[in-house]
């Protein structure tokens, strides 16, 4: 009996690394709380990503968001893989997830600051760096404890914890407001690079952690269904816009089905590819598919900051057009189908004329549906038009593309 109070008790563990071919790896209750905080820092980048947008104030939104996006998911990224590798479930590592939680809800009060700053011609990140210093210093933490347990690879933890202290110190230099803000601009570029180029030179110079690749594959997974859901949530936000406007219609209809059809076929040209299959084989490939990410979760989130656009011109609260309107849809649509497929060519490397053909279909739609709305055509004729963009390649996948999909993971 003691053995097994023992075993559910959440003492103090040693982090010498998890088994990378553990058997039903999944994620776990602690992680999925923990991305509870990203829909909140989603939610917010895409709503103030709209409100810039129909002010027009695009340059500043897109700065605003991208510094969003990007802090976001980089701070997720380091923690996910450095779970997969060495999550003890005890006590230290819960409390350390804390306040990563916390950092993320303090990163995501400040986005009101840095897209109201850009607006105004400054570079309001104080809050946004104090939330991502905090995510930063629990990791230097975590690190610092794996390499103690785990000297096998007690290089690489040390370089990630000493690399990630120092990025922090010219962090805090950019919301001090010591620099001219071209120059804090710049600073956070390099700082950014800094992050992703440090992952890379450690991943590739020393020896790897021991994260699984179907555990990694599953949490992203689930990261992406978290920002599917700002894509339900601007369809939402639209049809509340034209029942309060007109009450229930046929109009409310379309966009309904529209908006839920762009989010379900976006997730369906996700979800085929096999992520887990091609992260055993390559731990270069590992790199492009979590960098990758970073892209392709901001294209979600940007369609559902457009969804939020068109209520808002639906509202007459916008001073873009429908055709504009219909670009801030139709460009995170694009980007997205984009970045899937070469993300899918560079982890399962060969030539496949069909997708070219997809990604031409799927360019035909989108302009179609910004033609239309430059024609004089309604919004929702234009998003009735864009919702199919996704749905090219799921018919193509369906149709031809899965049979190519078994060929060549079969090879690999």
């Known amino acids: 009996m003691s053995d097994v109070r023992q075993d559910r008790s959440h003492r103090l563990r040693r982090m010498t690394g998890r088994d990378p071919h553990e058997a039903h790896r999944t994620a776990t209750p602690l992680e999925l709380l923990y991305d509870l905080t ?6 917010l980048a895409g709503s103030q990503f709209a409100h810039a947008l129909v002010e027009d104030h695009v340059v500043q939104g897109l700065l605003g968001f991208a510094v969003a996006m990007i802090a976001i998911t980089l701070a997720w990224i380091n923690f996910s893989w450095f779970a997969s590798a060495y999550d003890t479930d005890d006590a230290f590592m819960r409390l350390a997830t804390l306040v990563q939680m916390v950092g993320v809800l303090v990163m ?53 914890a000493r690399g990630i202290s120092v990025v922090q110190v010219f962090w805090v230099v950019t919301a001090l407001d010591l620099l001219p803000v071209p120059a804090q601009i710049a600073l956070a570029l390099v700082l950014f690079a800094v992050e992703f180029g440090g992952t890379i030179w450690i991943e590739t110079h020393f020896p790897s952690t021991p994260w699984h690749p179907h555990h990694i594959a599953e949490r992203y997974g689930l990261l992406a269904i978290i920002t599917f859901g700002e894509v339900i949530l601007g369809t939402t936000t639209a049809i509340e816009a034209v029942v309060a406007e007109e009450g229930w219609s046929a109009e409310a209809a379309v966009i309904a089905l529209a908006g839920v059809s762009l989010a379900v076929g976006l997730w369906w040209c996700y979800f085929t590819v096999p992520y887990g299959e091609a992260l055993r084989g390559s731990n270069a490939k590992s790199m492009v598919f979590g960098f990758g990410h970073v892209l392709l979760y901001a294209a979600i989130a940007a369609t559902g900051a457009g969804l939020h656009a068109a209520a808002y011109l639906l509202e007459h609260h916008s001073e873009l057009d429908t055709a504009q309107t219909v670009l801030t849809m139709a460009v995170p649509v694009g980007l997205f189908v984009v970045v899937l497929f070469v993300l899918f060519h560079v982890m399962f490397p060969g030539r496949d004329p069909l997708h ?37 390649t799921v018919v193509g996948f369906e149709l031809r593309g899965h049979r190519h999909l078994t060929e060549v993971v079969g090879r690999g």
Do not use: I, K
């Open 38 to 43: 990203l829909v909140v820092a989603f939610s």
């Open 108 to 160: 995501a009060l400040g986005l009101h600051d840095v897209f109201e700053g850009f607006e105004h011609g400054e570079f309001d990140n104080a809050v946004l760096v104090a939330g991502y210093v905090t995510m930063r210093l629990s990791m230097v933490v975590l690190w610092a404890r794996a390499a103690r347990h785990d000297p096998s690879r007690r290089a690489t933890c040390l370089a990630y």
């Open 356 to 392: 070219v053909w997809l990604l031409a279909g799927t360019l035909v739609v989108l302009v179609a549906a910004w033609l239309l709305a430059s024609g004089g055509a309604s919004m929702t004729v234009s998003l009735a038009v864009l919702m199919l963009a996704p749905w090219v």
